[in-house]
């Protein structure tokens, strides 16, 4: 048997080999060792002759999952090899492993994640391009995008941020090269393998593809020229086939990602927004998701999130998910009816996915059948929506999942076995033949159960009892003290320390009888549930259909009850660069505060007026807040949801940016003022007229005229091509940038009312400058020590006064020159005003 083992483990050299030997799967040797530190189980040994002994650790079967499941956690792979042979006297039942398992191969659903997706990644570049494959074998969901790559590290983070992938599997090349691997391991807990045989698979990727979706082209796909796209595929189905043991069936298409139809959405903005968690503690408690995400099935959780980081850019697109928002906003009724019906569908994705993999059980095939009468009941209810959307979601929900539902209502008993060899799951009347079996083991079953009372009668032994075990099988058992008792025809069996087990040729005879029945029975079950199983993979197309329905109208109806309990009103979407809000609020902070506590405010941007807001004010005073609901507002209205504000009329855009000193994201080897620099080049050189753009205290991370001078450059640079921005600041001089710019640039300020010197922050944006920071006051609110108060003030009046003294002010200095007329001036007037500006001191 060990030679069997050292065999099969010479194969899966990289995973821990997981060997049935009856009802437990055991660990051997180095394997033994690390899973039972791992595990916290029990490490054992067997003698091995003169060579010492064997370290062994195992697991019950029957648990398996659970132990499985906290070594993938932990990084590894788990190769479950199993007995495909029944045992026979004198022979090595004979092994093979079925299935490895490994932190993105997870199908057992108490190890996923429910609203989550569990994605497998592959990455492929060259020179030019960049390509990254992701599919999530628990689903079926598997798309691919390729782009050129500008920085392909960068690249390589922006966009496996958004997919946060379970795992990695890359080419030798790749995985050999160190700015790859850091790039990827910017992903939290990711696990990067290096695929050994992902050449045979990427080096006929044309071939392999075509043949797994059963196409004679890939151009249905839109893929058919794009080579690294293809490769990466490629090499993620056969890397899931292998460790799979299956054709997954249920992977049925594969989507390239579309940039142009979606918003894009850097990783810095993903974060900053804390879009899914918070920056400080990386909670998901506080995140947008938290208050938006009421979704009813695990289907619509994921759903949602793909739409939170590629919300739409098409208007009628947009407009569609809002008139059905809208009908069910208006209508109550409707919306609990389906709400109600919603909640009862199980994962019907992960379900199919089980079956399609040969890993579901019948008790997976009630909760399907369930669930897809509920699926046909949500059908009903939204064929009475006026709504566009409606009639097609209802179309892609197929009358013929009733089949279906009848077939495994009609076959499978309501709480059947989930072991499959074991009987116990085909219901009675589905099939004759098992019906006639049976009817014939039964009265042979009901002359045992009668059995006992008999012989009791007979021998006058009241403690008498008539029981059943695998290995003994039928059996008589008598107490020591009545063995006296016993009648001559009884044979003994067994003897046990407080009696004896008995037969008799009758109950020898009924007992072979049995179980040859009950044999002839578990096989016919067997071959029946296989029948059925086989016949709701047939239906795998209509049942994924039918899900992907059920998740848009979860999200959909979701965002009808969010909007009707937080009271947001429809959005106009416009295809001009208008940004209009009344009274907006911050989605997730109005619901932290006490009632009625926000201050809402209003928001106004006209590119024919100022498409830029230079906003100043105290630390504290809302501006973070105020800027980060424009955003959030924006998103969640091109996503298809209703908005936190009385009045919202929105230009679409065609990105958002949001850049932060706040957060301090600090990449490995790169300095703070460093990564708001390549995040602020990034905007710069990827943001268009019809951009949303959000920016926090640039140049903060260095000197204060070197930061000056940035930022007053980047908002000259954006007001260049005009995208919507909020431009929040603390160097005052940029506030002449009005003056200069009147018809790009507006000055906003947050309220504060100053009572001898403190400020009472009143959270109201409107219109203005604000005439300082007030950080000193801002300092002592937050505790810091009254003589360093009492210094800094000391210290700033010192300074105020010098600068006034020298007129050393940046801002007169840049007067100086703006004001200029260069078509008027002389010569000597120029040599004059230049003397003048070289005595103004930095």
């Not at 200029?820 to 040599?831: R, S």
Request: proline share 3%.
């Amino acid at each position: 048997m060990m030679q069997q083992y050292a065999a099969i483990k010479d194969n899966y050299p990289d995973a821990l080999l997981f060997f049935r030997l009856g009802d437990f799967y055991e660990l051997f040797m180095d394997d033994a060792e690390l899973g039972a530190q791992i595990l916290d189980i029990t490490l054992t040994a067997r003698p091995r002759g003169k060579d010492g002994k064997i370290p062994m650790a195992g697991v019950p079967y029957h648990a398996v999952d659970n132990y499985i499941s906290k070594l993938v956690k932990a990084g590894h792979k788990v190769a479950i090899c199993e007995q495909v042979s029944d045992p026979k006297p004198g022979d090595i039942v004979q092994r093979e492993v079925v299935r490895v398992v490994t932190p993105a191969t997870v199908m057992d659903e108490k190890s996923l994640s429910r609203k989550s997706h569990n994605y497998l990644i592959s990455v492929l570049s060259d020179e030019s391009f960049l390509a990254i494959a992701a599919c999530d074998i628990s689903t079926g969901h598997f798309h691919v995008k390729q782009f050129e790559h500008e920085d392909m590290a960068l690249d390589i983070i922006e966009e496996i941020t958004k997919i946060n992938p379970a795992e990695c599997i890359l080419p030798a090349s790749h995985y050999n090269n160190p700015e790859i691997l850091k790039a990827i391991k910017t992903i939290p807990e990711i696990n990067i393998y290096e695929y050994k045989n992902w050449d045979e698979h990427a080096g006929s990727a044309d071939a392999k593809l075509k043949e797994h979706f059963g196409v004679a082209t890939l151009k249905s796909f839109s893929i058919s020229e794009l080579e690294l796209a293809k490769s990466a595929s490629a090499a993620i189905l056969g890397y899931l086939k292998e460790h799979q043991k299956s054709d997954l069936s249920h992977i049925k298409k594969i989507a390239l990602a579309d940039s142009e139809s979606i918003v894009q959405l850097d990783r810095s903005s993903i974060t900053n927004l804390e879009l899914f968690s918070t920056i400080r503690d990386n909670d998901t408690q506080g995140s947008l998701l938290s208050v938006i995400d009421q979704t009813k099935t695990a289907m619509g959780g994921r759903l949602l999130k793909q739409w939170l980081i590629a919300p739409l850019r098409d208007k009628e697109d947009i407009n569609r998910r809002l008139e059905y928002v809208d009908e069910l906003y208006s209508d109550m009724k409707l919306r609990e009816d389906i709400l109600a019906t919603l909640k009862h569908i199980n994962d019907l994705e992960r379900i199919t996915a089980r079956f399609a993999s040969s890993l579901a059980n019948p008790r997976d095939a009630i909760s399907l059948s369930l669930s897809l009468q509920k699926v046909l009941d949500v059908k009903s209810i939204i064929d009475t929506c006026a709504a566009e959307i409606a009639t097609t979601l209802s179309l892609d929900i197929s009358n013929t999942l009733s089949e279906l539902v009848d077939l495994i209502s009609n076959s499978i008993k309501a709480e059947p076995s989930v072991h499959l060899k074991d009987g116990g799951i085909i219901k009675k009347g589905y099939d004759k033949k098992l019906d006639s079996l049976n009817a014939a083991i039964h009265k042979d079953r009901q002359w045992i159960s009668e059995l006992e009372n008999k012989e009791k009668q007979k021998t006058g032994i009241s403690t008498l009892k008539v029981g059943y075990n695998k290995v003994f099988g039928y059996y008589i058992e008598i107490s020591n003290s009545n063995i006296s008792l016993a009648p001559n025809e009884y044979i003994r069996k067994q003897t046990l320390v407080g009696g004896e087990r008995f037969i008799t040729p009758e109950l020898k005879k009924r007992e072979e009888k049995i179980l040859k029945i009950e044999e002839q029975i578990k096989q016919y079950e067997y071959t029946l549930y296989i029948n059925i199983v086989e016949k709701i993979v047939r239906c795998t197309d209509d049942i994924q259909r039918a899900s992907h329905s059920i998740a848009t109208i979860d999200v959909l109806s979701n965002f009808a009850e969010i909007a009707y309990r937080n009271n947001y009103v429809k959005p106009t979407l416009l295809y001009s660069n208008e940004l209009l809000l009344k009274k907006s609020r911050h989605p997730v902070l109005e619901k932290l505060m006490p009632v009625g506590e926000f201050v809402a405010n209003n928001v106004d941007i006209k590119p024919s007026k100022h498409s830029l807001l230079l906003i100043t004010g105290p630390n504290m005073a809302g501006k973070s807040v105020l800027m980060r609901q424009v955003a959030l507002v924006v998103l969640m209205a091109q996503v298809g949801s209703f908005v936190p504000a009385e009045k919202a009329r929105i230009g679409i855009v065609d990105r958002i940016f949001v850049r932060s000193g706040a957060s301090d994201i600090i990449s490995s080897g790169l300095s703070t003022f460093m990564v708001e620099m390549v995040e602020t080049a990034y905007i710069l050189n990827h943001a268009t007229r019809k951009s949303l753009i959000i920016m926090d205290e640039i140049g903060r991370g260095t000197s204060t005229y070197d930061g000056i001078s940035i930022a007053w450059a980047v908002a000259e640079n954006l007001i260049q091509f005009s995208p919507k921005t909020l431009f929040a600041t603390h160097y005052h001089e940029l506030q002449q940038l009005e003056k200069l710019h009147p018809k790009k640039i507006a000055n906003y300020k947050m309220a504060i009312e100053n009572t001898n010197g403190v400020p009472e922050f009143l959270y109201t944006f409107e219109r203005g400058a604000s005439p300082h920071s007030f950080g000193i006051a801002v300092a002592r609110m937050a505790g810091v020590p009254n003589s360093v108060i009492n210094n800094a003030q000391k210290k700033l009046k010192k300074l105020e006064s010098t600068s006034k003294q020298s007129g050393a002010s940046v801002s007169n200095r840049d007067k100086l020159i703006n004001d200029i007329d260069i078509n008027k001036i002389t010569p000597l007037e120029a040599l004059e005003l230049l003397s003048k500006i070289q005595h103004v001191k930095d």
